[in-house]
């Protein structure tokens, strides 16, 4: 697994632990303290030599590759990096294991602010969505052309307990409440599909083991959309806020576009459907702050 100290990345490997799995995971620092039994390997994924010689030294029966640059930053600093750290990584990675462990599967991590040719879409709406759209090109042409068995899940936006990026919206707003703190906001108006984390884990596990998984790619959020503003509001009531978040306080983000995930295919052909709603998760989502402020 790459990724596992990450918000998915971490919840994967405790559920992998539990189910028995024998779970290696890259990063690149030496990690003094491990929770569920893993191994750690010390490599940089957009080293491919070094990516290569984790994948020859384990030779996995599965990959998760998580490990990623998360941003939906529009400014133009942010266009090698997230190339770097999402194209370079993944491709270093499809290559290695068409190389050496050509049966092993791959399981990458999408987002579904990829664009859609079918939809007309077809400016991605910032350097992130851009370079997980290559990454699924990439993961097409080795499937096609080596039969490497991988799978690209499109997440929606993922929300849970233990996300620690402070910035991104959901943890950003529970904690300035919990504080008595007013959050500052854009519009609100843009709609959006959220997926709990446990979910995500879950279609992760059924894209690994699903005999129809390889070549495609799906759609992983709940399929229907909420405003920003009503995700806020609603977050607000389970907390019990007095204060009220201030929409409009900062601009709104170029090309935001409202989404939604069709999560039929992975019904269909994965079995996997959202089990935890929003209310129920944001509920979790802030009980877990409140214990941890």
Not at 73 to 92: G, H, I, K, Q
Not at 127 to 132: E, F, G, H
Not at 214 to 233: H, M, N
Request: with cysteine; proline share 5%; glycine share 10%.
């Amino acid at each position: 697994m790459t990724g596992g100290t990450g918000f998915i990345g971490s919840h994967l490997v405790r559920r992998l632990a539990g189910l028995g799995a024998v779970v290696h995971a890259v990063s690149r620092r030496v990690r003094e303290h491990v929770d569920g039994g893993e191994t750690w390997h010390v490599a940089d994924l957009c080293d491919a030599d070094q990516v290569g010689e984790v994948i020859r030294e384990v030779e996995p029966e599965v990959v998760f590759h998580l490990a990623s640059e998360v941003t939906g930053a529009r400014e133009v600093r942010m266009v090698r990096p997230t190339l770097e750290s999402n194209l370079d990584s993944a491709v270093n990675l499809l290559t290695a294991v068409a190389d050496v462990a050509p049966a092993g599967r791959l399981v990458l991590a999408g987002s579904v602010e990829e664009p859609r040719l079918s939809d007309g879409d077809t400016v991605p709406c910032s350097p992130y969505a851009v370079a997980k759209w290559a990454v699924s090109g990439y993961a097409r042409m080795f499937h096609e052309l080596w039969r490497l068995p991988v799978t690209t899940l499109r997440i929606g936006m993922v929300y849970g307990p233990g996300q620690q990026d402070l910035r991104k919206l959901i943890p950003y707003v529970t904690t300035a409440l919990l504080r008595g703190e007013v959050p500052e906001l854009g519009s609100g108006t843009r709609l959006v599909d959220w997926v709990y984390v446990d979910d995500v884990v879950d279609a992760f596990l059924a894209a690994a083991s699903s005999e129809q998984a390889p070549g495609q790619a799906f759609d992983i959020a709940s399929g229907t959309q909420l405003s920003i503003r009503d995700t806020v509001e609603l977050l607000a009531k389970i907390i019990g806020a007095e204060q009220q978040p201030r929409f409009g306080a900062v601009a709104d983000r170029p090309l935001d576009r409202p989404q939604v995930a069709d999560i039929a295919p992975a019904g269909e052909l994965l079995g996997w459907r959202p089990r935890i709603g929003l209310e129920t998760g944001l509920r979790r989502t802030a009980d877990w702050y409140s214990s941890t402020l």
